[in-house]
């Protein structure tokens, strides 16, 4: 429809000339074309205005001239009257089209979660009031309506339940609450927490009390069950939840407050020429050279295998940073090919003189992949993951939840997982090969244990193409009240 004929529709509507059938179309075209809204709302804004301006000579006008104003006045009531009509109704799709409050999520390095919305809302990206993002592992940043950033670690769930106030359900979060965003909410299951212009933390993770941490500022907090029960505090100062107590907090926390550096701490191929001695090999990336305990292995091929009929075992240290609270995720990337036998052959992590963590074929000539903990028992675990090619291995050193994917990816599906122990710093690695018996009396078994396997004398064989060791740090990110 031409711009001329949008006017005078719009004009015989004000002046209340439109009969019913046209008063439904111009309807409909309200709802579904915003151009023609604006048009109307321009007019409309115009003719207040004239009315404004000319009602008192108009009310004179009506003294001494009553029969044609008051029809004039009819009309515009009329018209007033659907004036009013359609306001309500461009009112209202203005509301609905225009932004509402959400909170922007990123996802950073090796995360995975998923977001759940309410009726009528989408985005990957976004938390809408009544959003719930639920995060496996790894970490998101958070810009709230706000201005309030927030930086959220899992394994973990957050909810926004308003523009100015999220719910922790667990996990740990930080955040920053610029100027003019005071009194933003962070509540968990417990507690009630209020900034009051601050940089603080709280942790909500499963098994430990949930604590608050001031940073810099200041918050108030209450209990749920106490709501008179109101604590402040200020920088410096924490406050844990535990027996249904606010106790003083051990000690100040760090919170990341952006996402990890990946630092590899130990990496090595086996490109090297032909017979090349692991013994003595300088890895590209670590602390220090290969050193054989037991047997010898070379390099054929562009591997190192471990096949035959020796025992073979090789260590090598990690370089730093080492795990702790805050660089608390460990990544193995193992690249290997060839067939097994019927013994094992692996990586494996240790801690000082202790064998943590068992990366490798524990099944023999069936190829499988397994991990575990140190053990003969790892047998058991077989198959896990078939055909020999890469695998990573995921080490939450929070939580002691040692994963195992396909590839070099962690964010997918695990393939094998196991609860390790939380708290574990690898130094070194190792690859070996041995017998069944070998695994028994190497997890401290009797030689009676090992009686079953007398037979079974041959050494598993598994060739490395490259292995990868990698730290997520948050060194430089970590904020605490000093």
């Not at 104003?69 to 009257?81: D, E, K, S």
């Not at 009544?130 to 950033?149: A, C, N, Q």
């Not at 037991?294 to 025992?311: A, K, Q, S, Y």
């Not at 017998?435 to 190497?442: F, G, Q, R």
Request: glycine letters at 10%; a negative charge; aromatic letters at 8%.
């Amino acid at each position: 429809m031409k711009l001329r004929d949008d006017e005078a529709t719009i004009q015989n509507l004000i002046d209340g000339k439109l009969g019913e059938v046209e008063f439904g179309r111009v309807e409909n075209r309200m709802r579904s074309d915003k151009e023609f809204r604006r048009l109307y709302l321009s007019y409309v804004k115009s003719h207040h205005l004239l009315i404004e301006k000319f009602e008192t000579s108009g009310e004179d006008v009506a003294r001494s001239r009553p029969g044609p104003i008051l029809v004039r006045r009819r009309r515009v009531m009329f018209a007033l009257a659907a004036a009013i009509t359609m306001l309500a109704i461009v009112a209202t799709l203005l509301w609905q089209a225009a932004p509402q409050p959400q909170a922007t999520i990123v996802y950073g390095p090796e995360s995975k979660g998923r977001i759940e919305h309410p009726e009528g809302k989408i985005g990957n990206n976004k938390l809408w009031e009544g959003s719930t993002l639920e995060l496996d592992r790894g970490s998101v940043s958070v810009l709230m309506p706000s201005g309030v950033k927030g930086y959220f670690e899992g394994p973990g769930k957050i909810e926004m339940e308003n523009p100015n106030r999220l719910r922790l359900h667990s996990g740990r979060i930080w955040f920053d609450v610029p100027d003019g965003a005071e009194g933003f909410v962070c509540v968990t299951n417990s507690l009630f927490v209020e900034d009051l212009g601050t940089e603080f933390g709280v942790i909500a993770d499963q098994g430990r009390p949930e604590e608050v941490h001031v940073i810099d500022g200041k918050v108030r907090l209450h209990p749920f069950e106490r709501p008179s029960e109101i604590l402040s505090l200020v920088k410096g100062e924490g406050t844990a939840w535990k027996d249904r107590q606010l106790t003083a907090a051990n000690a100040p926390a760090g919170f990341s407050a952006a996402f990890p550096v990946k630092i590899v701490v130990f990496s090595d191929d086996f490109i090297d020429a032909d017979g090349t001695p692991l013994e003595g090999k300088v890895p590209d990336v670590g602390a220090g050279p290969w050193r054989a305990t037991l047997g010898g292995m070379e390099v054929r091929n562009g591997v190192l295998d471990t096949h035959g009929e020796l025992r073979k075992a090789a260590f090598a240290p990690l370089g730093l940073p080492h795990l702790n609270d805050l660089t608390h995720i460990f990544l193995l990337t193992v690249e290997a090919h060839g067939s097994g036998s019927d013994g094992w052959a692996g990586v494996s992590l240790y801690t000082g003189d202790q064998e943590r963590i068992f990366v490798g074929d524990p099944c023999g000539g069936r190829g499988d992949w397994a991990l575990h903990p140190v053990g003969w028992q790892a047998i058991s675990a077989c198959p896990l993951l078939a055909g020999k090619g890469t695998v990573t291995l995921r080490y939450n050193y929070r939580t002691g939840l040692a994963e195992l994917f396909e590839g070099e990816e962690t964010t997918g599906i695990p393939r094998a997982s196991q609860w390790i122990a939380p708290g574990l710093a690898f130094d070194r690695i190792r690859i070996a090969n041995g017998s069944m018996m070998d695994a028994i009396l190497d997890a401290g078994g009797s030689e009676a244990a090992t009686k079953f396997y007398d037979t079974i004398n041959v050494r598993s064989n598994i060739a490395v193409r490259k292995i990868k060791a990698t730290v997520l740090s948050a060194e430089n990110s970590i904020r605490k009240a000093n």
